[in-house]
């Protein structure tokens, strides 16, 4: 048994006992499966485990220490993925019935990038199905619950691998952040979750929800670790015409904190106008002091069209929804198992899709279909984009005056299961504050505001959205923060 404690190990800690030889990384493989398989019974983080082929890429690891070959910080780390993302050989079911038997045939783009770093796949975790949702409620096979709390939700739809790496299940994880499905689950289960700009990271290999809006992040247990995680992902594919090459330079990794102190962030009054409940609002004013004190500026913003942003998404994504989901008919990827039995092609369609689709995947399909019909498409989709628009303008407005913006990730803390999943229209509003950053293609980051020490304590993600491609902004305020809400 390795002579370290699984409880809060980062990605740069676990790198050091590795290099200083305090364990092995075929040990700590082996102890992270051992504590999955003992706790995941009560979280129900992961769908799958890749136990054989972990192991094996251990030992691997192993033998290149011994030999001293050039490792990066990521060698040997267990990292969890979440089930839209496909690693090959591997199940890659999006939380859905209808791919309930699907192998995944190659690798992400993602995930290619991780291997040539050598880190350890753990397994897949859960999520609501082909990513919508914000409770991991819709799974199409169980609930996750909350690490900090089991009568209550970890978010969605990313909510396996928050609540992996919340629970010490991994070291770090990747979601995907369409709405916010990132830094959601990151808020409500006290870890970091980074949404990096759009284009940043490719979304080769992810199974596809509203592809102008989907993109790849990291969650972790600190911003540092986000930033590894994130330098490691980046870059282009030949596969992906959308994921680009930026140079990022050194402060990616390497912030300058007197930098960062001259930065200027902008408080949104549309953030701070909306019912904020009572512990959210008073976590946010002590994020505000304790950086004020630091004699950081702060400037008043608005955003005046960021409250169309959720209507806004919610004709925009599902017309993606629909497009993207047609190819799934239960025929070219897997088929259920069904009690009837389909005489034509159309009643295996009907069949499997009826049987296979969740409750929330069949409304948005539907949804989707009715604003890209006939005399509709204009009326909806057509002027929905042209909102998109003015959201997007929005921020290039407030990002003149302004480097960073900060408010909350979310109005409430996590909520219990089942309190909002009969009523769609109050779930979708716990995206409120992430999905403007997602109509207009912007990095945004998730950092817990404390960490829940006392009894019957949630934790509570304050926000930090930065200008396109200056992740470098968002991580090095949020290690900054970290290092001051450490001191304290």
């Known amino acids: 048994m390795p002579s370290f404690d699984l409880k809060n190990l980062t990605i740069k800690k676990y790198s050091e006992g590795l290099q200083k030889k305090e364990f092995t990384a075929l040990e700590a493989t082996q102890a992270f499966f051992n504590f999955i398989k003992e706790t995941d019974k009560r979280i129900g983080a992961y769908l799958s485990l890749n136990e054989e082929n972990a192991i094996k890429e251990s030992e691997r690891v192993d033998l290149a220490f011994a030999k001293d070959e050039p490792l990066g910080v990521l060698a040997g780390v267990p990292l969890a993925i979440k089930d839209n993302i496909l690693i090959k050989n591997l199940p890659a079911t999006a939380g859905s019935r209808i791919l309930e038997n699907y192998t995944a045939s190659y690798d992400a783009g993602v995930i290619q990038k991780l291997k040539s770093e050598r880190a350890i ?16 409620e819709n799974s199409g096979f169980h609930i996750t619950y909350n690490p900090y709390d089991n009568q209550r939700v970890p978010g969605g739809s990313s909510g396996g691998s928050a609540a992996a790496v919340a629970s010490d299940q991994a070291v770090a994880s990747l979601g995907s952040d369409t709405a916010g499905s990132v830094r959601q689950p990151a808020a409500f289960c006290g870890v970091v979750g980074l949404k990096p700009t759009y284009g940043a990271v490719s979304r080769s290999g992810l199974i596809a ?12 247990k600190t911003v540092e670790d986000a930033a590894i995680v994130f330098d490691a992902i980046r870059g282009e594919d030949p596969l992906d015409a959308t994921a680009a090459k930026v140079n990022y ?21 549309e953030f701070f106008k909306k019912d904020l409940a009572k512990e959210v609002e008073e976590a946010i004013d002590k994020v505000i002091s304790d950086l004020r004190t630091l004699k950081i500026e702060f400037k008043r913003i608005s955003l005046p069209h960021a409250r169309y942003a959720l209507s806004c998404y919610y004709i925009i994504s599902p017309a993606e929804v629909s497009a993207n989901l047609a190819r799934f008919d239960g025929i070219r990827y897997s088929r259920i198992k069904s009690q009837s039995s389909p005489k ?3 009643d295996i369609y009907l069949t499997q899709r009826g049987e296979g689709f969740g409750t929330e995947t069949k409304r948005r399909i539907i949804l989707g279909t009715f604003v890209l019909s006939s005399g509709y498409h204009d009326a909806y989709y057509t002027k929905a984009q042209q909102v998109r628009s003015m959201v997007k303008d929005d921020f290039v407005k407030a ?3 302004v480097d960073v913006i900060l408010g909350p990730t979310t109005p409430t803390p996590a909520f219990k299961i089942g309190e909002k999943i009969s009523d769609p229209l109050s779930m979708y509003l716990s995206d409120i504050f992430t999905v403007p950053v997602n109509i207009a293609g912007l990095p945004s980051i998730s950092i817990p505001v404390r960490r ?6 949630l934790p509570i993600g304050f926000q930090l959205i930065g200008k396109a491609w200056r992740e470098a902004d968002i991580l090095g305020l949020g290690q900054f923060y970290e290092k001051i ?3 304290n």
């Open 121 to 136: 796949f753990l397994g897949k975790t859960n999520l609501d199905e082909f990513a919508m949702g914000s409770s991991t």
């Open 209 to 220: 929800m509203a592809s102008s809006l989907d993109q790849i992040g990291p969650i972790t």
């Open 249 to 269: 330079g050194k402060e990616l990794l390497n912030p300058d904190f007197k930098k960062i102190t001259k930065l200027t962030i902008g408080l949104p009054d």
């Open 344 to 346: 034509n092609l159309l």
């Open 399 to 401: 990002f003149k005056e």
């Open 452 to 457: 829940p020490l006392e009894e019957n304590s």
């Open 485 to 487: 809400h450490q001191s």
